[in-house]
């Protein structure tokens, strides 16, 4: 076992990773965003998932306006160090259009298909 | 229902666009990489995940070398059209440390902890 140390990622050059999260429990893929090395390290300290919003160029801290948090229960790299996977216990819908999970378009036969609706 | 029209994904300005590959079976996440508008283009069109090599700046038709074939079973794009996620079969490890998953490695309490080990 060795210490982690965040330097070893390798961030992008803005200064980013990004990171998928999956439902922990059921494996639901919900979403992908992007950390910065300070939104990671607040990440592992806080347990929030705390991302960085490329469009408002700002910490992102999930559920922080709509309550639909996201906890890290567990984080893991991949091989080249340029991803993140972070295993998450999601509250509600992990997506802004209110659906649990981002990727709810599939493409079939070349038609997009919606696969589920917005939470009530 | 609507055509999906390609030109829609909103890929980087490097004209990427990041791709989550995902056991279609047991959901187990097992690599990202990228792909442009061209191997996107093959990759529904053939069945056979074909990435772009951002270190060799090459088409990347995976399993073409080492046999280890990733074939799509269903691609879905998210809300902000921005990012892919594969549902695949994989023929073997998927990670080129021979592993199944590239995300064997977790950080529990600051240390670095391998999740599995290179198949035979």
Known sequence: MKSFDITTVKFNDQGLVPVI???AETQEVL??????????????ETGRMTFWSRSRQAFWRK???SGHVQTLVEMR???DRDCLLA?????????????????YTAIRDGQEVELSQPEA
Chains 1, 2 share one sequence.
């Not at 979403?31 to 592992?44: D, R, V």
């Not at 509250?91 to 209110?98: D, I, L, R, S």
Request: net charge negative; aromatic share 4%.
């Open 63 to 65: 559920g922080e306006s």
């Open 21 to 23: 999260s999956q439902d």
């Open 31 to 44: 979403m992908l965003a992007w950390m910065n090395a300070q939104s990671l390290q607040e990440t592992l």
């Open 87 to 103: 295993l998450v216990e999601q509250v509600g819908p992990a997506c802004h259009t209110n659906r649990r999970s981002c990727f």
């Open 77 to 79: 790299i991949d091989c």
